[in-house]
């Protein structure tokens, strides 16, 4: 059984932690970096101090969540709040404000996004602690709150109040939540969440893959390289039946190679079930990935 490892400075080289001293549970129990290593592969988590400190946890709570699902949810919601010019301008702008704060407003908006799909989790984790950002992980939701007065100066910087509204507290923030629930995928816990809110466009590596391999392996099957699926495994190294098993992907619908090449798909999306039993019709393919995976 793989047991859990707390990462002492939360950020290295391996497995940086992007959400490091962020991420608590509603009681304020900070959630920490740690991860475990099953059969030669690591897995990135953030654990409860409490459990860390050997105290149990009570019925129904959270003591641990994947990481990588975690920070794509967050930097996805926090991603969408900066696109959105409705939550924007109600969250910022006022009846006094100008034509050109609010070009100003939308600018900075975007290029704060760019600077979190920066891909240094290091920096994103910087970044992230002087917005004073926190993420709290509730049994089926996650909470993420973003302390406007903070924001407000980082995107519009010194600004009159009379522009940028009365609210300075501290305690007013922008909240963003989230549905959530967990599922053992392949061996794996997953957090499995709606389409639109897990997703940042980054492809599942097994999906893509697939997809690539098998688009290619029937393009040079068809130039006459290769005989058969045993010529394939032969000349990759592969095993014939993980060949067989993956060359249905070629015949995916256009739709779906779409998703997967920009990591659109449902998270719970696993290789084994994207596989099963394709039908030739597109349509039929689309359909059913639509009411199975909540595409």
Known sequence: MPSDKPDRKGDNASAPSLLRGLVYDPDGHRFT??????????????????????????????????ARDLENAVLSQIRRFLDSTDQL?????????????T????????????????????????????????????????????????????????????????ADEVTDAVSLSV??????????MRMILPARSSNVGKPVPSLSKAVSRAHDWIRRMESGEFKDQRAIAAATGLDERYVSHILPAAFLAPEIVEMIVEGMQSRDLSLNELLRDIPLDWNLQTGRMSGESGM
């Open 33 to 66: 970096p740690s991860h475990a290593v099953k059969n030669g592969k690591r897995y990135r988590y953030y654990v409860s101090q409490k459990i860390i400190r050997g105290e149990i946890a009570g019925s129904g709570a959270v003591s641990r969540i994947p």
């Open 89 to 101: 301008l109600s969250s910022f702008a006022t009846e006094g404000s100008d034509v050109a704060t």
């Open 103 to 166: 070009r100003r407003l939308f600018s900075a908006a975007q290029e704060l996004a760019r600077e979190l799909d920066g891909g240094r989790a290091a920096a994103g984790n910087e970044l992230l602690t002087r917005l004073g950002a926190r993420v709290v992980v509730h049994h089926d939701s996650l909470q993420i709150f973003l302390p406007k007065h903070q924001l407000r100066m980082r995107l519009l910087g010194a600004a009159s109040p009379s522009v940028l509204g009365e």
């Open 179 to 188: 549905p959530r629930r967990l599922r053992r995928c392949g061996g794996e």
